[in-house]
Structure formats: structure tokens, C-alpha cells
């Protein structure tokens, strides 16, 4: 049995030494050479300071190098925290800033970069050590205060620290409403909780080829390492670009005998819509898993048309406690109507999932909507560095027979109820948070991206429901009478603040904005007329 995450990777390294543990685009690791370069890289950290708990960061492109980056880190007794490669300097500093990051994983050709980035930002302050796999060009410098370290050059270091599974193994970011990124806490034992269910439900085995194309910094990608790592199977690096690709995706699948599948609903519609999927045979796929945004009907029945031989699974579940309820789709149930909507499920192995109503108690009426709690051992320690923030989304079991048990749950903000099949149905939200192309974003972060632009006056982000994204984001903003601002001069302010995917595709500059009776911006107004708008352009 595995107490810590980097067991599994040990175990399969004994188990099977020269099994594929990572195809990338070129070249491959065996479980033994991820086991060795790993166990390198873990030594230089302790030598360079890098104490157990210690938060390390990781600012490279999914590759076989931050594999090894993920579970040196681990190793060494210390935390990972991924920062989005195509992340905006500020927002890369914020994340720097909120984990105090003294230690980062990047690549050789990034060093210049980040010295650039980095160098306008107060809050990067922190850093002081770079770790690289390969030595930089000639006359590269590292950031001002930095120093650099070369991790494949053999070393000799004290032997790597004792854990326990309730040390934090990786905070990933999630979006903030007060424009700082979240830093969700996962513990070693939140991931292999999540990993022994998941493991599990879908029996994967030494055989399978998993995917994966999701980074580092999205909860996804957790399924993909470490459920691969328990069976001993092995995980096919997709580029980071084939997401603007969709037919390179399918190919990928066909070229590279995937077995199991696990993405964001967009990617595989856009699958569906773009990438050709007559032209492959998608023979090798047994589990296709999918989740983040509403799977459309119409896309689901084309999935199954192309993909002939597996089984869809529509999964939920958030960053701070994981995927935690399944729904296993009927090939011969789903309906011929588009308005359809899949279920969110039933609970996976070892999760308990209930909701609450407004006054506190627990509801078990069928059709009746109420807060979607979840509890279990994967639901995270909190926000890294935001005790109250912590404390309003972290709370004990309000259910008055669990209530001595002072068990954890988390408040997942999402509006739920039961179907009269026993399924779980969505919805709707209780705050301003809505999901795009598998991410969750809080409307409010895009909002002050806006209102940062001197200029702007006032601003708002609307989401728009959408079959292939999930949600489109569209913007209004008033501007100061004398400023001579335009919509692209505003996003291109934005774009050095929040990440692409966050960026609005359409802004509307107002000479004034629909208001509530208490003065408030109204949403729904702006929701109403920008999908006029959209409807007049189309």
C-alpha cells in the first residue's frame, strides 16, 4: 500500500523496471530512469536548502523534465506548486508571492525570460534558486538575487527526509475573486485517496496508455500521472498546442494507441466539430472520461458514433476536494433531444456527497435544490496562506449525526438536486463563478483586470452558455470622458494580468451600464444584451 504519492512511483520502478513510464514527443522514460533522474533531482533540492514543507515551483511546458520535476519535489519532502508556462508575468508573481516560492523548476531557454518577466514585479522578490535539466546558453544570467543549479550533474546529499501522508504534496491555483489566485493545499493523502478510487472504478492496468495532455497546474493532470503510476501503465504526453489542433489530437489517439482518454468536455467537441474524427478509428480507446463544462447531447451521440469501442464517463468534482461524483453513459439511453442533460452522477468509491439547504439542513427530497457538500479524505487542507477564506469553504459536517465527528467537508458552491433515477443534476451557482474550456473562473478576477486600466470607470464580465467551451466570457466597460481608450488597448491591459483563457472575446465600451434599484451593475441586463448582440452579429 502507498502512503505517499512518489510510492507509487518506487513501487512500479521495483515492480517493473523497464516499463514506459512517459512517452513524450521524442523521447520516452522507463519507470526505473523517472525513479533514478527523480531521486537526482530530489538530492540537489535538500542540498540546496529545500526543507520538508518547503513549497517548490515548476515554470515549464509539460515534458518528460517536469515529470521528473514533480516527483524530485515530492521526494525531497517538499510541496509542488505548477505556474501556467503561458501565465502572465503579474500573475506568475502573485502566485510566487502567495506561496513565499524560494525554489523554482524551469527550463534552460526560459532563464532569459523569467529575468525579464519577473523583473518589474516586487513580489518575485522571494526567489533566490533556479533548478535547470540542462545548463543555459553562454551569457545567460539568472534573475537578479537568483542562482542557478544544473539537477542531471551527479551530487552527494544527505538522505532524503521521512514523510507523512498529511504533508501537502502540490498547491495548484485556482481563480480568485479578489484578483489573487487560490492556492489549493493537497496533501499526500487527499491525492492517493483520489487515486485509489479512481484506480478502482475504472480497473486500470499495466496495459493501459493514458493521455496526457492537461498541464501541470489543472487538477486533471493528477489522474493522468498517478493513476497511471499505481497500475504501472504508462502516460503519452500530448503538446501543449494540439489543444488548437483537434484533428493532430485525434490522430494522437490513433497513432499512439491511447486506451483511456480524460479531458475537459471542449476538447472533445471541438474533436468533433474540427479535428476530422471520420478519418480516425479511435479502435484503441476503451474509457473516454470527460468533465469541467455540460456535455451538449448532440456532441455526446457523435462521440459515440466515432468512438465505437468506449465507454463515456461524465465526472465532477473541484480542484479542493476532486472528482467525487461519475456518471457511466448509457450508449442506448441517450435521448434524440438536444436539451438533454447528463447527469452529474453518483458518488465514486469511499465519497459521501449531500446537499444542504439555505437554513442548514440536509435535503433528501427528490427535485429539491440546495449546496453540494462533499466529504472525504481528498478534500484539501485549505487554501495555502488564507485562513479565512479556509474557513468559510472548509467546514465541519453540519449534519447533526456527523457533527462529533468534526469531519471536514467542502462547501462546493455549486446548486445541486436529485433526479428520480438517482442521479445527481446540476443546478446553477451560488456566487459568480462559472467554468470555460474546463477552468474554473471567478467573473470577478476578470473584472478588476478591467478596472485596472486607468481609463476604464467601470466594468463587468458576462459568461454566455456554450456548447464547445462550456461558457464564452464577453465584457462592458465605461471609459473616463476625456480618455482615448479603446476595447483592444483594454485587453491588451489584461492580457499581462490574467491568464489567456480568462481574456474576454468580445469587450462593448458603454457610455453607461444598466444598474440595479441599489446602484449594483445588472448582470442579467448585460447577459440580455450581449446575447442580442451576438445573435445580431451571427
Not at 72 to 98: E, H, T
Not at 215 to 228: E, G, I, K, N, R
Amino acid at each position: 500500500m502507498a502512503f505517499l504519492v512518489h510510492d507509487l512511483l518506487r513501487r512500479s520502478a521495483k515492480k517493473t523496471p523497464d516499463a514506459l513510464a512517459v512517452q513524450g514527443p521524442k523521447q520516452s522514460l522507463t519507470y526505473a530512469e523517472l525513479d533514478a533522474q527523480s531521486d537526482a533531482l530530489a538530492q540537489h533540492l535538500r542540498a540546496n536548502g529545500v526543507a520538508t514543507g518547503t513549497p517548490v515551483g515548476i515554470a515549464m511546458h509539460k515534458s518528460l523534465a517536469s515529470i521528473v520535476g514533480v516527483y524530485g519535489i515530492l521526494k525531497a519532502g517538499a510541496c509542488y506548486v505548477p505556474i501556467d508556462a503561458f501565465a502572465p508575468a503579474q500573475r506568475s508573481a502573485a502566485i510566487i508571492a502567495n506561496t513565499k516560492l524560494r525554489h523554482l523548476l524551469t527550463t534552460a531557454d526560459r532563464v532569459a525570460t523569467l529575468a525579464t518577466e519577473l523583473k518589474s514585479c516586487e513580489e518575485s522578490a522571494t526567489l533566490q534558486h533556479l533548478f535547470l535539466p540542462t545548463p543555459p546558453k553562454a551569457g545567460v544570467l539568472a534573475p537578479k538575487g537568483t542562482t542557478l543549479t544544473v539537477w542531471t550533474e551527479p551530487i552527494e546529499s544527505p538522505p532524503l527526509p521521512a514523510i507523512t501522508d498529511t504533508h501537502v504534496a502540490y498547491v495548484l491555483h485556482t481563480s480568485g475573486s479578489t484578483g489573487t489566485p487560490k492556492g489549493v493545499a493537497i496533501t499526500h493523502r487527499n491525492a492517493l485517496c483520489f487515486v485509489e478510487s479512481a484506480s478502482q472504478y475504472w480497473e486500470v492496468s499495466a496495459s493501459d496508455r493514458l493521455c496526457s495532455q492537461a498541464p501541470l497546474h489543472f487538477d486533471l493532470s493528477v489522474f493522468d500521472l498517478y493513476v497511471a503510476a499505481h497500475a504501472g501503465a504508462s502516460i503519452v504526453l500530448i503538446p501543449e498546442f494540439y489543444a488548437a489542433f483537434p484533428k493532430k489530437m485525434a490522430s494522437a489517439i490513433d497513432s499512439h494507441e491511447i486506451t483511456i482518454w480524460n479531458s475537459v468536455v471542449s476538447t472533445l467537441t471541438l474533436m468533433m466539430e474540427r479535428g476530422k474524427p471520420e478519418t480516425a478509428s479511435f479502435s484503441s480507446l476503451r474509457s473516454v472520461i470527460f468533465s469541467g463544462e455540460v456535455m451538449p447531447a448532440r456532441y455526446l451521440r457523435r462521440l459515440h458514433e466515432h468512438m465505437k469501442y468506449a465507454s463515456f464517463f461524465n465526472v465532477y468534482g473541484q480542484t479542493e476536494a476532486n472528482s467525487s461524483l461519475v456518471y457511466a453513459v448509457d450508449r442506448n439511453a441517450i435521448p434524440d433531444e438536444d436539451d438533454w442533460k447528463v447527469p452529474l452522477g453518483t458518488t465514486l468509491p469511499n465519497f459521501d456527497v449531500f446537499l444542504v439547504a439555505p437554513d442548514g439542513t440536509e435535503i433528501t427530497e427528490v427535485g429539491v435544490r440546495g449546496e453540494l457538500f462533499v466529504r472525504a479524505h481528498t478534500v484539501a487542507a485549505g487554501y495555502w496562506g488564507n485562513p479565512v477564506l479556509s474557513s468559510e469553504k472548509f467546514v465541519m459536517d453540519p449534519r447533526p449525526a456527523q457533527r462529533e465527528s468534526r469531519a471536514s467537508v467542502y462547501r462546493t458552491g455549486d446548486v445541486a438536486y436529485w433526479g428520480e433515477d438517482g442521479n445527481y443534476y446540476f443546478g446553477g451557482r451560488t456566487d459568480d463563478m462559472i467554468k470555460s474550456r474546463g477552468y474554473r473562473i471567478e467573473l470577478g478576477e476578470i473584472d478588476l483586470a478591467l478596472l485596472s486600466c486607468s481609463g476604464v470607470e467601470s466594468a463587468a464580465a458576462i459568461a454566455i452558455p456554450d456548447d464547445e467551451v462550456g461558457n464564452r466570457i464577453l465584457a462592458f466597460a465605461t471609459i473616463a470622458k476625456h480618455s482615448h481608450l479603446d476595447g483592444k488597448a483594454i485587453l491588451a491591459h489584461c492580457r499581462g494580468r490574467v491568464p489567456k483563457y480568462m481574456i474576454p472575446e468580445v469587450l462593448y465600451l458603454e457610455a453607461d451600464l444598466p444598474r440595479t434599484s441599489t446602484n449594483k451593475i445588472d448582470r442579467k441586463a448585460l447577459r440580455v444584451l450581449a446575447q442580442e448582440r451576438q445573435e445580431t452579429k451571427e
